[in-house]
């Protein structure tokens, strides 16, 4: 009954809300004050429905009365009751409700779970002991400006008993707060009430988290159902393994952060030396030809900006099927979001000057086969170096840190030159894994413009690479409706220095 309840939280509440006025007018006010979580309640702010901690020290006793009236008020609130009992059955639905629903009350509602500390505080009392957790928005490090700080919300919790429902419900609101985004808030929403559920993940981004491991300092990261996962970057040097996805060593993959704006990480020995001369020999069967250029309305343009030769992998080799999988597993997305295999040779001197993976919306309206309307776009790049590169042939970053890195509304003076920012070196066996979309509106149509890389001069000897990219949403089928404002945004919107810098990046090439 209770489980059933919980998903008609929405028609309880609208429907019984004056039966659950006229029962809290009815309770006295004494114990109603007596309802605080730890006895540091926020002057002027309303307990929270979602505190965990709650003693009831009234005088007198808690009597079957009083559980009685616990119950009805529980039920008549539409699944409250089962966060605050701790039932399994629709908990983690039903605490969301309640935190939004909280939210909209009072918006220092959050406060009243505040310990001495100054955490928010879901210790339960019969725990053995307690630790401190910090959750973030998808991505992390959700930033309009360059440089990180940190938005993360650190609560105190029970790692054994504590519901993830009952973290996201405290959390969510906090983290929603923090955003410094308006246009993209970090759960895809400008109004907090109408977002997905929440699903909270591992620091490796693994979905629907189990609190039973958690040790002190873990990250956990909140992501609205149904959006794709976003790596954090934490920072620069950062090592993250990912314990269910294995490099073709048989050991779980690590993915190092190389630059948080733009978000450029590198995974070595993500294939092995057989994978590595099985691509290039499919690329060679299968036939090799001069890259082109996706110019608008002419996706064969030929120019020197880029150079290379390439090749696309048929689905039906058996290579592709296995590093299908692994690129999948890795940026946490569906197969089905991802392109086919692209090998490119780069011989002496061969290069691809800087450019982005995206598409700008406002270039491609007339190909709505793309879904870009649809907030559809390319979300991230794997990128493999299949062997060791004598001389050059980096991929560089310029917005990356290094050398006379190309700070944010900086005119870019070259675009052939890699002699700033970052270069990622060509390791054999090694994969850079690279975003074109940030993190806050990914699935709106975010796009990072700080993302323009290059293939710099290979100066000696050859060099072999493949890469996937791979879109935020199912390619083969558009699941939302059109967005007609997403062309708007790129062309009304005040521009960023960025877009152009991509503008002339444009006319350069043609």
Not at 144 to 156: F, K, L, R, S, T
Not at 440 to 460: I, N, R, Y
Request: aromatic residues 8%; contains cysteine.
């Amino acid at each position: 009954v209770a489980s059933t309840l919980s998903k008609q939280a929405h028609w309880t509440r609208g429907t019984l809300r004056p039966l659950a006025d006229w029962f809290n007018k009815a309770m006295p006010p004494k114990k109603r004050a007596r309802a605080s979580t730890n006895g540091t309640s926020v002057p002027g702010s309303k307990p929270s429905s979602t505190s965990l901690t709650s003693k009831n020290k009234a005088s007198g006793g808690f009597t079957l009365a009083h559980f009685a009236g616990c119950v009805v008020a529980g039920l008549l609130l539409g699944g409250a009751f089962i966060v605050l009992t701790g039932e399994s059955g629709g908990s983690d639905s039903a605490a969301l409700d309640v935190a939004q629903k909280t939210r909209r009350e009072a918006a220092t509602a959050p406060n009243a779970t505040l310990g001495k500390d100054g955490l928010p505080n879901l210790c339960t009392p019969t725990a053995p002991s307690c630790v401190r957790v910090v959750v973030y928005p998808n991505g992390g490090n959700n930033t309009v400006e360059a440089g990180w700080e940190d938005i993360g919300v650190h609560v105190m919790i029970s790692p054994t008993e504590t519901l993830p429902g009952h973290l996201v419900a405290v959390a969510g609101p906090l983290v929603h707060d923090r955003s410094r985004n308006p246009e993209y808030p970090p759960f895809g929403k400008d109004d907090f009430s109408d977002v997905e559920p929440l699903v909270l993940h591992t620091a490796w981004g693994r979905p629907k988290a189990s609190l039973a491991d958690v040790v002190d300092g873990t990250l956990l990261y909140l992501v609205p159902e149904g959006h794709v996962w976003v790596w954090p970057g934490v920072h620069i040097g950062h090592i993250q393994l990912v314990p269910d996805v294995l490099g073709a060593d048989g050991n779980p993959l690590a993915v190092k952060t190389l630059s948080m704006e733009p978000r450029v990480f590198v995974v070595p020995e993500f294939l092995s030396d057989n994978e590595c001369e099985s691509v290039i020999k499919e690329a060679k069967n299968t036939g090799m030809f001069r890259s082109k250029l996706f110019e608008q309305g002419n996706p064969d343009a030929e120019g020197q900006a880029r150079t290379s030769e390439q090749a696309w992998l048929p689905t039906s080799a058996s290579i592709t099927t296995v590093l299908a999988t692994r690129v999948a597993d890795l940026s946490r997305t569906p197969e089905e979001n991802g392109e086919l295999f692209q090998v490119v040779h780069y011989g002496p001197k061969d290069h691809y000057h800087s450019h982005h993976d995206f598409f700008q919306p406002a270039s491609y309206k007339e190909q709505d086969w793309m879904g870009l309307g649809h907030g559809r776009n390319r979300l991230v790049t794997v990128l493999f170096y299949l062997n060791d590169v004598e001389e050059g042939g980096s991929t560089n970053f310029m917005h990356g840190p290094g050398p006379n890195s190309l700070a944010p509304g900086e005119p870019v003076d070259s675009f052939s030159t890699c002699a700033r920012g970052l270069n990622v070196q060509p390791t054999k066996r090694a994969a850079a894994m690279f975003y074109s979309m940030r993190p806050e509106g990914v699935m709106e149509g975010s796009l990072d413009t700080l993302s323009l890389h290059a293939g710099c001069d290979v100066t000696k000897g050859e060099k072999w690479a493949a890469n996937k990219w791979v879109y935020n949403t199912e390619l083969k089928k558009a699941t939302v409706p059109e967005r007609k404002d997403i062309h708007v945004k790129w062309e009304k919107r005040q521009e960023r220095a960025t877009d152009r810098w991509y503008r002339e990046y444009l006319k350069q090439r043609q």
